[in-house]
């Protein structure tokens, strides 16, 4: 039945029997595409369902109605200049919901250009990871076709993608700069902001929220500690307590097949941080970049703690005051940012952030979503809450990562690229967030947050949430990992990688690893090297 469209994120899950939930479904997982979104010439291309005559079966009678903006947010009905566009689509099927779609289409200079899916194409090249088993030299000696595939597949994604035309215009409209570029200045970024700026002025949310968000703030009283390098006496360790730790970490390397690195402060010292193994034929550093999957959850919940400490919002509050396609729909339940935050909001899977209209596929969910009935881990419950956030602040998430969490704590190695399970990071960036948390929600001279806020997300049993017991215990992107002889107290966040974040006050401790999978015999170690921290304190 659905041979014509792709999921590119999971399938929605079983809904009520309703007539009209299998016209829901489809309008969710079906490709709804511009072709091409790369073009040129003073017409738009046509939008519709990849196979038309199959969403008539399925959905009946349709129509598309779609509403162009240029780059600098007027209604147009040509292009009229090269560079960005925006398309509102809306399906109205003739009878069930509507759905509302976002599509950026990017029109390229002029008919001279000659772009052409198979002519111009560019020159590709790729280093595989030593784990696909091709070799270096065989990459180089078989680079033409290599070339020609990867071409083939890009000049593709223009025809049927829709990030294609975001990532041509982000190129278009970047500047270059001395300084790398980051995830606040990627073509996907800037594309996202562009949208969420346009979404908050035509909802006018632009002047229910007009002035800038600031935070950190300047701290009042004396600092608050930073992470600094010292011994095992400055930070309260047993004088062999590097030896012991490196030994359990040296036989877990020769042990395993998996690289990894660790930062290990207490009370504001960082008495080890080192790396072992190897990752792509190359030594593993403590600045290799690794994945650290859910651990993104807390680090995107930080944005919310801000808000929330300065008033701006409470965790009690519905989310659709705050995002406009779902107000005025009828819901046993609510949905609050509590909910979305702590997986019971009846959200599933891990998707969301890469869909500047994520809010508009979810109205159509809404009216059946199970909200405080049972507790359902996921991504999707972050990427709306972060929705919030942005719509509040009017930065995209991005943005809000850079400017006020990981550039002002100088995290300079770390690449946020949503709000539930794409972070990028080394342990030392990690550490110094670590130690913020610490300290309650300051480093340094910065005030991010209060400490009774802080306090407020921190793991506590949902039951008062479900409304009956329950032996869940989670925060608003915390985790409860107070395991392995670390105090009661220890938070921080789990991760599918096996990375490991965790804060722990009564030991005023702070360690972190990062990795790119559990590799062998991860179990066996990772307990081994909690325990002999704990064992080691002084």
């Given at each position: 039945m659905l041979d014509i469209w792709v999921d590119d994120h999971c399938e929605v899950p079983e809904l009520p029997d309703h007539p009209e939930t299998v016209k829901i479904k489809l309008l969710i997982e079906a490709n709804?595409?511009?072709?091409?979104?790369?073009?040129?010439?003073?017409?738009?291309?046509?939008?519709d369902f990849d196979r038309p005559y199959k969403a008539r079966q399925w959905l009946g009678p349709y129509t598309i109605k779609t509403t162009f903006y240029d780059r600098d947010f007027n209604k147009v009905d040509a292009p009229t200049r090269p560079g960005r566009y925006g398309a509102v689509v809306e399906v109205v099927p003739e009878q069930g919901p509507k759905v509302t779609r976002y599509r950026?289409?990017?029109?390229?200079?002029?008919?001279?250009?000659?772009?052409h899916r198979f002519a111009n194409r560019p020159q590709i090249s790729v280093s595989f990871p030593e784990h696909f088993g091709i070799s270096p030299e065989v990459a180089r000696w078989q680079s033409r076709w290599i070339s020609e595939h990867l071409?083939?597949?890009?000049?593709?994604?223009?025809?049927?993608?829709?990030?294609?035309g975001a990532f041509f215009c982000g190129l278009l409209e970047s500047q270059p700069s001395q300084a790398p570029s980051g995830m606040a200045e990627s073509p996907y970024a800037a594309d996202h902001q562009w949208w969420l700026t346009l979404k908050r002025k035509l909802c006018g949310m632009d002047?229910?929220?007009?002035?800038?968000?600031?935070?950190?703030t300047p701290i009042s009283g004396a600092p608050a500690p930073i992470l600094r390098d010292g011994s095992v006496k400055d930070a309260g360790m047993k004088p062999d307590a590097v030896e012991a730790i490196d030994a359990v970490c040296s036989a877990w390397a020769a042990d395993s097949d998996e690289a990894f690195a660790l930062c290990i402060a207490r009370h504001g010292v960082v008495f080890m941080e080192k790396a072992y193994g190897m990752r792509d034929r190359t030594p593993m550093t403590t600045d290799t970049q690794s994945w650290v999957a859910s651990i993104t959850k807390t680090l995107s919940a930080t944005l919310l703690w801000m808000l929330v400490d300065q008033g701006v919002v409470d965790l009690d509050d519905p989310v659709s005051k705050y995002l406009p396609p779902l107000r005025d729909i009828h819901i046993e339940n609510s949905l609050t940012i509590r909910h979305v935050y702590t997986h019971t909001g009846g959200l599933w899977c891990h998707w969301g952030d890469e869909w500047n209209d994520l809010e508009n596929v979810i109205a159509l969910i809404y009216p059946y979503l199970e909200v405080a009935r049972d507790y359902n881990y996921n991504g999707l419950?972050?990427?709306?809450?972060?929705?919030?956030?942005?719509?509040i602040t009017g930065e995209g998430l991005p943005q809000l990562y850079q400017n006020h969490l990981l550039g002002p704590l100088g995290c300079a190695h770390t690449d946020m690229h949503d709000s539930y399970g794409r972070g990028r990071s080394v342990p030392r960036d990690l550490a110094v967030i670590g130690q913020m948390l610490l300290n309650g929600g300051a480093y340094g001279d910065m005030r991010?947050?209060?400490?009774?806020?802080?306090?407020?997300m921190l793991p506590r049993n949902i039951g008062y949430i479900l409304g009956r017991?329950?032996?869940?215990?989670?925060?608003?992107?915390?985790?409860?990992?107070?395991?392995?002889?670390?105090?009661?107290?220890?938070?921080?966040?789990?991760?599918?990688?096996k990375s490991t974040f965790r804060i722990d006050p009564e030991n005023g401790l702070v360690v972190t690893m990062t990795r790119n999978d559990a590799g062998k015999n991860f179990q066996q170690y990772h307990a081994q090297f909690i325990q002999t921290i704990v064992e080691n304190l002084q």
């Amino acid at each position: 039945m659905l041979d014509i469209w792709v999921d590119d994120h999971c399938e929605v899950p079983e809904l009520p029997d309703h007539p009209e939930t299998v016209k829901i479904k489809l309008l969710i997982e079906a490709n709804i595409n511009f072709k091409p979104y790369v073009f040129c010439g003073d017409a738009f291309p046509v939008c519709d369902f990849d196979r038309p005559y199959k969403a008539r079966q399925w959905l009946g009678p349709y129509t598309i109605k779609t509403t162009f903006y240029d780059r600098d947010f007027n209604k147009v009905d040509a292009p009229t200049r090269p560079g960005r566009y925006g398309a509102v689509v809306e399906v109205v099927p003739e009878q069930g919901p509507k759905v509302t779609r976002y599509r950026t289409l990017c029109c390229l200079p002029d008919d001279r250009s000659g772009y052409h899916r198979f002519a111009n194409r560019p020159q590709i090249s790729v280093s595989f990871p030593e784990h696909f088993g091709i070799s270096p030299e065989v990459a180089r000696w078989q680079s033409r076709w290599i070339s020609e595939h990867l071409a083939e597949l890009f000049a593709e994604s223009t025809f049927r993608d829709p990030h294609s035309g975001a990532f041509f215009c982000g190129l278009l409209e970047s500047q270059p700069s001395q300084a790398p570029s980051g995830m606040a200045e990627s073509p996907y970024a800037a594309d996202h902001q562009w949208w969420l700026t346009l979404k908050r002025k035509l909802c006018g949310m632009d002047k229910a929220y007009p002035h800038p968000f600031v935070c950190p703030t300047p701290i009042s009283g004396a600092p608050a500690p930073i992470l600094r390098d010292g011994s095992v006496k400055d930070a309260g360790m047993k004088p062999d307590a590097v030896e012991a730790i490196d030994a359990v970490c040296s036989a877990w390397a020769a042990d395993s097949d998996e690289a990894f690195a660790l930062c290990i402060a207490r009370h504001g010292v960082v008495f080890m941080e080192k790396a072992y193994g190897m990752r792509d034929r190359t030594p593993m550093t403590t600045d290799t970049q690794s994945w650290v999957a859910s651990i993104t959850k807390t680090l995107s919940a930080t944005l919310l703690w801000m808000l929330v400490d300065q008033g701006v919002v409470d965790l009690d509050d519905p989310v659709s005051k705050y995002l406009p396609p779902l107000r005025d729909i009828h819901i046993e339940n609510s949905l609050t940012i509590r909910h979305v935050y702590t997986h019971t909001g009846g959200l599933w899977c891990h998707w969301g952030d890469e869909w500047n209209d994520l809010e508009n596929v979810i109205a159509l969910i809404y009216p059946y979503l199970e909200v405080a009935r049972d507790y359902n881990y996921n991504g999707l419950g972050p990427a709306l809450g972060s929705r919030v956030v942005e719509m509040i602040t009017g930065e995209g998430l991005p943005q809000l990562y850079q400017n006020h969490l990981l550039g002002p704590l100088g995290c300079a190695h770390t690449d946020m690229h949503d709000s539930y399970g794409r972070g990028r990071s080394v342990p030392r960036d990690l550490a110094v967030i670590g130690q913020m948390l610490l300290n309650g929600g300051a480093y340094g001279d910065m005030r991010f947050f209060s400490q009774q806020t802080l306090d407020m997300m921190l793991p506590r049993n949902i039951g008062y949430i479900l409304g009956r017991e329950t032996d869940v215990v989670v925060g608003i992107g915390t985790d409860p990992l107070g395991t392995d002889g670390m105090s009661p107290r220890t938070f921080g966040h789990g991760s599918a990688s096996k990375s490991t974040f965790r804060i722990d006050p009564e030991n005023g401790l702070v360690v972190t690893m990062t990795r790119n999978d559990a590799g062998k015999n991860f179990q066996q170690y990772h307990a081994q090297f909690i325990q002999t921290i704990v064992e080691n304190l002084q």
